[in-house]
């Protein structure tokens, strides 16, 4: 097991209690603990546990459940817009105005930042893909927020996306779901086919991210019992597999806790890339803010330096 811990103050290591897992040969993920004086860093190695969504037994209709509800928490705040600056550099170097969703699950932010983007100059057309494709998820949006967006029935493995599908690739809160040989082989395929990619996932923020971590079960639970009667479509299995047997909310408390320790870091994603060596192609890092004090975005932008970075 790798584990080591930075201090602000050399006696706040007597503070830590720290749960790593020591069988994993993943890269190091990096978490912050919140102390009194201060904050430590704890880089250890990531937890690859299951997710239920990655299962390929896992029924069809508590996958699409899920992704629902994971969709509607998605769209509750607007903080993807700080994201723009980072899509508009990346699709500026490769000279497109299209995006290839990879992961798309219940859609993503797309129903606000494709207008967030056209709004900044970027008027981008969206394909919308998955490996366990839900194209019936955009079908509840007003047809006006459909425009330029397009929600693939076929099925779309984010290590070999097809070359007929070109443009900018786009991952949002789905990196996390790959080892890290599969991860790798979805930026080397980007860089090799000279797509423009974007990796982007939230993660809790010091100093509430721990309680918050430990708390998001509960939260995660009673929120399903919320909102539940606010998704679409409103059928009878939904509501029969939330509150009278909750095997759907349940399986989303253990995704969203998992989902969290497999999450890569800046300097994990930087050892990704370190071996992926493409002529004129480059890669970011870094955090994002999602314009909470509870969350921050996770990034990675790839581009080729051979195209002109002139507004597209």
């Known amino acids: 097991m790798s584990l080591k811990c930075f201090c602000s103050h050399s006696w706040d290591w007597i503070a830590a209690i720290v749960i790593a897992e020591a069988f994993s040969d993943d890269p190091l993920c990096t978490c912050m603990l919140p102390f009194r004086h ?98 019936e998820a955009i079908q509840t949006w007003k047809i006006e927020d459909r425009l330029g967006i397009e929600y693939l029935a076929e099925p779309v493995d984010a290590m070999q996306v097809p070359e007929h599908l070109k443009g900018m690739r786009t991952m949002f809160e789905g990196f996390h779901h790959f080892k890290p040989e599969q991860a790798r082989a979805i930026l080397q395929d980007a860089a090799e086919k000279k797509a423009a990619i974007g990796i982007f996932e939230a993660s809790f923020k010091p100093p509430l991210g721990i309680l918050l971590l430990v708390l998001s079960p509960v939260i995660t639970f009673l929120t399903y019992f919320i909102v539940t009667p606010f998704l679409k479509p409103r059928t009878w299995q939904r509501f029969f597999w939330t509150y009278l047997v909750p095997i759907v909310p349940i399986a989303t408390c253990w995704d969203g806790v998992i989902s969290m320790l497999r999450g890569y870091s800046p300097q994990a994603l930087d050892k990704l890339t370190s071996v992926i060596y493409v002529k004129d192609y480059t890669w970011e890092a870094g955090f994002a803010s999602t314009g909470t004090p509870l969350f921050e975005f996770t990034y990675l932008i790839g581009f080729p330096m051979c195209e002109a970075a002139s507004n597209p």
């Open 38 to 135: 201060g904050r430590v860093k704890i880089l250890m190695k990531r937890i690859h546990l299951f997710e239920f969504t990655d299962l390929s037994w896992y029924p069809q209709i508590f996958r699409q459940m899920q992704t629902d509800y994971l969709q509607f928490a998605a769209t509750m705040g607007a903080g993807h817009k700080n994201l723009v600056p980072f899509l508009q550099k990346a699709l500026q170097h490769a000279g497109t105005l299209e995006i290839v969703d990879l992961c798309s699950g219940g859609t993503g932010p797309w129903i606000r930042l494709q207008d967030q983007l056209r709004q900044a100059g970027s008027p981008v057309t969206v394909k919308l893909t998955d490996k366990y494709p839900h194209p």
